[in-house]
């Protein structure tokens, strides 16, 4: 009987592998994620067929058929219509668009004196940007600029009047211009404003909290479209006789009040999320109200609740549009009053200008709530698990 | 003890103006003041203009004769009727637009929620853009698309889509075949509310003898049995007396069947979808909120992949859910006022009307928002009895 040693040790690595094809490559992917079971297969063909049904459509629309430019209707209408395009003819008539723009942009303000809203906008660009980025340092100042100084230096450029600069009135601003400049002054009120009734919401005084909770129920309660009745009718009727407010202001604060109660209501959730030691922490410091608000609670709940400031913000921004209710042109106003032009009254134009409006401003809501994404980001200093 | 009392009845010191009583105190009658303030300066204002512009305060109006003509008239309605009556009709236009929204919103957003949960790629991205494009632009801007956009340059009633069962797309609307109820058509009704009644006494006793005996019984098919059979079986025993007013094309219009008009279908639609995205990023997050070790235990103790998600997650994500799915059905209903854009009869609508034609500016405005008000409180109540079923039984 010979013993054999059956111990043996491999003195060199296995060489590697490749990963087997059912668990990587592009192929697995396609199984993992598109045709895993036979419901997943019956989906991913429902999808296909949505895609292969819309997607084409919607790129021979507003790209291959689209007519660019052009001087007047006939270049977006089919024969039949009295235009040049053959029958069936279906695309974007970015032609009136195209024609239009200055009108979008800017409403009925005189050509010549256009520099001004662009000068404003240039103004505001360079404010915000740097605002915006968390690396450019001066932020209290910039604060200042941006929220103090660039809206009363835009309202004297816009509005005129001094310096030689030729008055323009309210009821002629029009477009992207009423729709940018309700929003920022809806979005630097309604803040402040906000925050100031949800503290009032949580105070101890019991008339204040009542009549806090009053104003915000009852403005939440009802459509915006109301409230704006109410400033452009009630008003009015509330001042005495002889006094008159622009249409425009009449707006202004109808939208703000409006975004202020939703505000109030998001800062307040804020609020209530810091722990009561902070409160009591404060309170043992010997702070006053003020200082205990604005130094320990408000940083941390403004912070907590930035995806709901932001929601608001974009809430407000998309609901500039329905001053176009008390016969004020915002973008969409704009666009839509543009649609009876008998110049370009065709069966595209208004699908083409709803569709340009919606562009515009699913940027700027997009771009808002990418941006309060990233901040949120940004200043999660460890909270959240 | 002793110290204690000392500190009691020691007067607070330092000044009285740093006496948070007395500083609460002389704020709130500063606030009362001032409030009470402006509002009798506002009611003397108030009170001038409308004396300067001859209008009599009240809603004595209410009683007028209207004079104008309604579009979509649910009730009984001519132009002979009163102020009252179409400020009626346009709160029920409100609440018809308003219910069918929020189901077609609440059906489409769990749809697109869920899809942008789901393990297939291609879903998953389609659902998420649709969402991001309905989030991000006003509503507004939805329904003019559908009215100026989509239903307006639909081919004349000449030319109209023919559609399946016998109903019609142009740009009047959509037509389909109206329901005429014969004789005896009342037995379909009660048996339906009969099978509905008889399924809720089914599903009760069958839970009960679940919870005692263990033993399942076949709820949902004996349900779907009882309140699909019955109304069928009294449509046949009462000698088939439902038929249809089919919708027949003339020279320039359709005829007969029942019309939804383009202003409806419009707000309808724009509406359902815009809220639809909210609702679906709702329920993602519910989803989302239920944590995995849920999904695991329930599948430890044998549950099937259909039974987990019905019994255990659901119930766990509607806690999430309901209250904030609440507050999208109110903006629904309040985004519903959009409609006196594109000439829907709604109550904004109709009320507005009757405020300019009497001039009643504080009353017009005032039932507005008395009557959204309501809206909104009774759409919240309803959701908080929901939610009330829904919340976590604790100790």
């Known amino acids: ?385 | 003890m002793a110290s204690q009392e000392i500190l009691r009845e020691e007067p607070s010191r330092g000044s009285f103006v740093n006496d948070p009583r007395i500083r609460s105190l002389f704020f709130q009658t500063l606030v009362v003041v001032l409030l009470f303030g402006s509002i009798w300066w506002i009611v003397q204002n108030v009170i001038d203009n409308l004396h300067r512009l001859h209008i009599a305060s009240g809603f004595g109006f209410l009683k007028g004769r209207a004079g104008f003509d309604i579009s979509d008239t649910p009730i009984a309605y001519t132009s002979d009727s009163t102020y009252g009556r179409a400020i009626i009709v346009g709160l029920i236009n409100t609440i018809i637009v308003a219910a069918a929204g929020i189901i077609t919103a609440t059906i489409i957003g769990f749809v697109i929620g869920i899809g942008r949960l789901s393990q297939n790629w291609l879903i998953q991205k389609i659902c998420t853009v649709y969402v991001e494009i309905f989030r991000n632009i006003p509503p507004l801007l939805v329904i003019f698309f559908w009215y100026s956009g989509v239903l307006a340059v639909l081919p004349p009633p000449r030319d109209s889509y023919h559609l399946p069962f016998g109903s019609f797309l142009n740009q009047r609307g959509f037509y389909f075949p109206r329901p005429v109820w014969g004789d005896g058509s009342w037995l379909i009704l009660v048996a339906l509310v009969v099978g509905i009644a008889m399924s809720w006494f089914v599903a009760r006793k069958a839970r009960q003898r679940q919870m005692a005996t263990g033993q399942q019984f076949p709820v949902f098919w004996t349900s779907a049995a009882l309140i699909v059979g019955l109304p069928l079986l009294a449509y046949v025993l009462s000698g088939f007396p439902l038929s249809f007013d089919l919708p027949k094309q003339s020279t320039f219009n359709l005829t007969g069947g029942f019309q939804v008009k383009p202003e409806f279908l419009s707000l309808y639609l724009a509406l359902s979808c815009y809220t639809a995205a909210f609702i679906a990023e709702i329920v993602r997050a519910g989803i989302r909120g239920v944590s995995k070790g849920q999904t695991e235990a329930a599948a430890a103790l044998g549950l099937r992949s259909g039974s987990i998600l019905r019994l255990v997650v659901v119930p766990q994500a509607m806690r999430i859910v309901i209250p904030p799915l609440t507050s999208q059905y109110l903006n629904l209903t309040k985004n519903s006022s959009l409609a006196i854009a594109i000439g829907y009869p709604d109550l904004t609508a109709t009320a507005g009307t009757v405020l300019n034609q009497t001039g009643q500016a504080v009353e017009g405005v005032l039932i507005m928002m008395i009557a959204y008000l309501i809206l909104s409180l009774v759409t919240s109540a309803v959701m908080n009895v929901v939610n009330a079923r829904m919340a976590l039984v604790e100790r």
């Not at chain 1, 709940?301 to 042109?329: E, Q, R, W, Y």
């Open chain 1, 1 to 385: 009987m010979q013993e054999h040693d059956m111990s043996w040790v491999r003195t060199e690595m296995a060489l590697a592998q490749p990963a087997p094809a059912s668990v990587s490559g592009p192929i697995a992917w396609v199984r993992r994620n598109l045709i895993g079971s036979a419901g997943d297969t019956i989906l991913t063909i429902l999808g296909i067929v949505i895609v292969a049904w819309i997607l084409p459509q919607v790129i021979n629309w507003a790209f291959i058929n689209a007519q660019w430019t052009g001087p007047d209707r006939t270049v977006c209408a089919t024969v039949a219509q009295g235009g040049i395009q053959p029958d069936g003819w279906s695309g974007a008539c970015w032609a009136f668009v195209n024609a239009k723009f200055g009108q979008f942009m800017f409403g009925t303000y005189p050509v010549e004196e256009r520099w001004r809203p662009i000068l404003v906008a240039i103004l505001f660009v360079a404010l915000l940007v740097p605002m915006l980025m968390p690396r450019v340092p001066r932020k209290g100042l910039n604060a200042i600029l941006l929220f103090l100084v660039l809206p009363i230096v835009s309202f004297f450029l816009l509005v005129g009047g001094i310096f030689g600069l030729p008055h323009v009135e309210t009821s002629r601003w029009g477009g992207l211009l009423i729709t940018l400049s309700l929003s920022f002054v809806g979005i630097a009120v309604s803040l402040p404003l906000g925050t100031v009734l949800a503290l009032g919401r949580r105070s101890k005084m019991p008339i204040v909290k009542m009549l806090c909770v009053i104003f915000i129920e009852a403005v939440r309660g009802i459509p915006l479209i109301t409230v704006l009745f109410f400033v452009s009718v009630m008003l009015p009727l509330f001042l005495p006789a002889g006094v008159t407010f622009d249409k425009y202001l009449r707006a202004l604060i109808g939208v703000s009040l409006f975004a202020a109660a939703y505000m109030a209501e998001v800062v307040r959730g804020g609020l209530q999320a810091i722990p009561k030691g902070q409160y009591e922490g404060a309170d043992s410091l010997g702070l006053g109200y003020w200082q205990k608000m604005g130094l320990i609670v408000l940083p941390q709940a403004l912070k907590l609740v930035i995806p709901g400031i932001v929601n608001t913000f974009i809430g407000m921004f998309k609901d500039t549009s329905l001053v176009l209710i008390i016969s004020m042109f915002d973008l969409l106003g704009i666009v839509k009053q543009n649609f009876s032009d008998a110049n370009w009254a065709t069966a595209q134009t208004a699908k083409s200008g709803l569709v340009f409006a919606a562009f515009v401003f699913w940027l700027f809501c997009f771009g808002m709530s990418r941006y309060s994404m990233y901040t949120e980001r940004r200043l999660d200093t460890g909270y959240k698990r």
